[in-house]
Nanobody, 127 residues
Framework: QVQLVESGGGLVQAGGSLRLSCAASARTFSISAMGWFRQAPGKEREFVAAIKWSGGNTYYADSVKGRFTISRDNAQNTLALQMNSLKPEDTAVYYC????????????????????WGQGTQVTVSS
């Protein structure tokens, strides 16, 4: 089992930056991809960004492309999301997720792909 813990959330003014981090409780050897999702009050959870653990291919939601950067440290099983030029609509709880199954057929954009989830970290962007 993998336990994920997010950190780095907080309050920031529009146009500002935050860096989110996600750490696994123990080293794993079967991570296929990790991603960030977010959920605002009253809204569905949505994809933000993801990265394949081997090779480092990155994927972004159109709404954050060019503003957010996802990165990973394979050896330490850590994940980061650098968020720049933040907008009020970025306000949400951000969740870290990890996919352990190399053979699952879900899209990297789909929450169904991921096996493990963190408890979330709040990001609030004021206008």
């Amino acid at each position: 089992q993998v336990q994920l813990v997010e950190s780095g959330g907080g309050l920031v003014q529009a146009g500002g930056s935050l860096r989110l981090s996600c750490a696994a409780s123990a080293r794993t050897f079967s991570i296929s991809a990790m991603g960030w999702f977010r959920q605002a009050p009253g809204k569905e959870r949505e994809f933000v960004a993801a990265i394949k653990w081997s090779g480092g291919n990155t994927y972004y939601a159109d709404s954050v492309k060019g503003r957010f950067t996802i990165s990973r440290d394979n050896a330490q099983n850590t994940l980061a999301l650098q968020m720049n030029s933040l907008k009020p609509e970025d306000t949400a709880v951000y969740y870290c997720a990890a996919d352990e199954h190399y053979t699952n057929s879900y899209s990297i954009y789909s929450s169904l792909k991921y096996d493990y989830w963190g408890q979330g970290t709040q990001v609030t962007v004021s206008s």
